[in-house]
Each structure stands twice: as structure tokens, then as C-alpha cells.
């Protein structure tokens, strides 16, 4: 007879809340495109924001992907994160003093397990197969 691990951890992976990508200084537009498709990969929506305008080639394959854009200072995106608190903040170049407290900053990358993170949540679960040291058989 073989019996299973007394123990099992397993992870399992849930669509985040939406999520606005902010350009900021060291933006490049394969950062949008990489985060475009972990956005779609977790199942989320995508926002794209930026303090200044947006190049011509960014802004129309944004529209052409469903995205959408927003031009808006610091202090209104501060207070639109502040309204709705269940949203995610990427800003992949360098972000502003403005965010330190709700952003997930760091450079993006082409490998998919640490992309997709900022865009879903992890939940552990635990199943205990033994009681008093015997373990079940199912």
C-alpha cells in the first residue's frame, strides 16, 4: 500500500483588482506591450496614465488593444487610487514620490512568473492528511 505525503501545500492564482500602468521617466513602449499581456493573461482590465501626453505610436496601440488612456497629474491619479482602493498601481520606470505607498515599481520584465504577480492574488492551501500521526487513505 502507498500512502500519499501526510501534508500538501497548494497555490492557486486569482485575478487581481484592475490595474492602471503609470508612464513615468524610463517608460518604453515594450513595457506597455509586456504588461498588456500579463493584464490579459490574469484576466484584468488595463488603464494607461500618464502626467504628460503619450507618444502617437503608444496612444494608437493602446486604443487598437481596448486600453484605455488618461492624461492626469500625480495628484488626481493619487486621488482616483483613493476612491477606489482595490486598484493597482505598475509604475515601471521611475515613479513618482506621489506613489510610494501604493506602488508596485519595479522594471519589467519578459518572464512571465514574475510579471504576472502584480496583477493577481496568491492563495496558499493547506490540507493536513494525518490525526494523532495516522494518516488517511484518501
Known amino acids: 500500500m502507498v500512502l500519499s ?3 500538501s501545500n497548494v497555490f492557486r492564482y486569482l485575478s487581481g ?3 492602471i500602468l503609470r508612464v513615468t521617466p524610463g517608460f518604453q513602449n515594450s513595457d506597455f506591450l509586456i504588461s498588456l499581456i500579463m493584464a490579459t493573461t490574469a484576466g484584468i ?3 494607461l496614465s500618464s502626467a504628460n501626453s503619450i507618444s502617437p505610436d503608444l496612444q494608437k496601440m493602446a486604443m487598437n488593444l481596448g486600453v484605455t488612456v ?3 497629474s500625480d495628484e488626481d491619479l493619487v486621488s482616483r487610487l483613493d476612491q477606489n482602493p482595490l486598484t493597482s498601481l505598475r509604475t515601471p520606470g ?3 514620490v506621489h506613489f510610494h505607498s501604493r506602488n508596485y515599481h519595479a522594471p519589467v ?3 512571465a512568473r514574475f510579471e504576472l504577480l502584480p496583477y493577481l492574488y496568491e492563495q496558499s492551501l493547506s490540507e493536513t492528511k494525518h490525526r494523532h ?3 488517511s487513505e484518501n
Open 5 to 7: 505525503e501526510p501534508e
Open 17 to 19: 483588482p484592475a490595474s
Open 45 to 47: 482590465f488595463l488603464t
Open 70 to 72: 488618461i492624461i492626469e
Open 94 to 96: 521611475v515613479p513618482s
Open 109 to 111: 520584465t519578459a518572464h
Open 133 to 135: 500521526g495516522r494518516i
